[in-house]
């Protein structure tokens, strides 16, 4: 284009631009529109700049709601729910060293009342001190209560309590269709062969008195060179019992325990799955905005350059008044 001065209807010269094809546009001194659009263009690239490098240092696309509501909304949620989560998995860490701290006692348990067995067995040999077995007994016996008394893990004891107690353990955080949420539990009520002892040492495995011998429990019976071969052979019934007992009990507990590991092991999964998938709601894909960043770099430079360009055009002006 050219600059040419073209005779005007009214007094003096109206400043024109003859473009190659010969068509004629007035240049204002007033108004830029060449200046404003190269700067509306500015704008636009500066906003895009910053939406741009703020997904690069935050490796998001999503920050908040006013970058996507729908996604923002969701992901709050998501991680609101991966919070709770995460406190599940705290509380089956918790709920597994309290089932195994009681599995602990009834396999320290069986160990113990297998070794009194052994003593029992011996006394029904002719000509055996019963007395001394009987010492024997007793600390095999305290030993026992010991055991109990001792198994307790944050204050909770699942093996000496009262018999109707509800023992449970936190299981999952779930949230239905309708939004609602829950927490689960894995629990069960105590029987009196789900526990060694109650809180008053008379019931329970070891508390209860012998079907056989029917004067004593395991924990309190004692023998004496009157005993006879009947009341000893009672006695090992009676052992026999509380071992199987013990045993059910071990394997409750040992189910127990699998299915706390099994569902922590899930709610792990669970959590990174969640994580992945708010990821791929709210993260910046890297790549391409370090591509778009470069691109909206350049493209900065020539609106600059543009507005420059447009911003000088009227200086041209004052030329046509020079000497």
């Known amino acids: 284009m050219k600059l040419v001065a073209v005779p005007g209807k009214r007094s003096g010269m109206s400043l024109l631009f003859q473009s190659a094809k010969g068509a004629n546009k007035m240049t204002s001194v007033l108004t830029n529109n060449s200046a404003m659009a190269a700067l509306q263009t500015l704008r636009n690239v500066n906003s895009n700049l910053a939406k741009t490098q703020n997904a690069v240092s935050s490796g998001e696309r999503v920050g908040k709601a006013a ?4 996604y923002w909304s969701i992901a ?3 991680r609101s729910d991966n919070a709770a989560l995460s406190a599940v998995s705290d509380a089956l860490g918790m709920g597994a060293a309290k089932v195994d701290t009681a599995y602990t006692a009834v396999q320290s348990s069986i160990d113990v009342v297998t070794e009194i ?3 029992l067995v011996a006394a029904t040999e002719e000509g055996v001190d019963k007395t001394k077995i009987q010492d024997e007994i007793t600390q095999l016996q305290a030993q026992l209560k010991s055991v109990a008394a001792s198994a307790s893990f944050n204050g909770q004891n699942w093996v000496q309590n009262s018999v109707g107690a509800t023992m449970s353990v936190v299981s999952s955080f779930v949230r239905d269709s309708s939004g609602g949420v829950s927490v689960t539990t894995t629990s069960y009520i105590t029987t009196a062969n789900d526990l060694l002892f109650d809180t008053a040492g008379t019931n329970g495995i070891l508390g209860t008195n012998g079907a056989k011998f029917t004067t004593a429990s395991m924990s309190s ?3 004496s060179s009157t005993s006879t071969k009947g009341d000893i052979d ?4 009676d052992t026999e019992t509380a071992l ?3 045993t059910a009990l071990g394997s ?3 189910s127990m325990s699998t299915r706390i590991d099994l569902q922590s092991e899930f709610v792990s999964k669970l959590t990174d799955s969640i994580k992945s998938g708010v990821g791929r709601l709210v993260d910046a894909d890297m790549e391409a905005e370090s591509s778009k960043l470069t691109a909206l770099q350049t493209q900065q430079q020539l609106a600059v350059q543009s507005l420059s360009i447009a911003n000088s055009a009227s ?3 004052l030329s046509l008044f020079r000497n």
Do not use: E
């Open 221 to 223: 019976f004692s023998i």
């Open 234 to 237: 009672n006695l090992i019934s």
């Open 67 to 70: 970058d996507n509501a729908a």
């Open 252 to 254: 409750k507990l040992g």
């Open 117 to 119: 067995k052994a003593k």
């Open 244 to 246: 199987k007992k013990m």
């Open 315 to 317: 200086q041209n002006i």
């Open 76 to 78: 709050t949620t998501m």
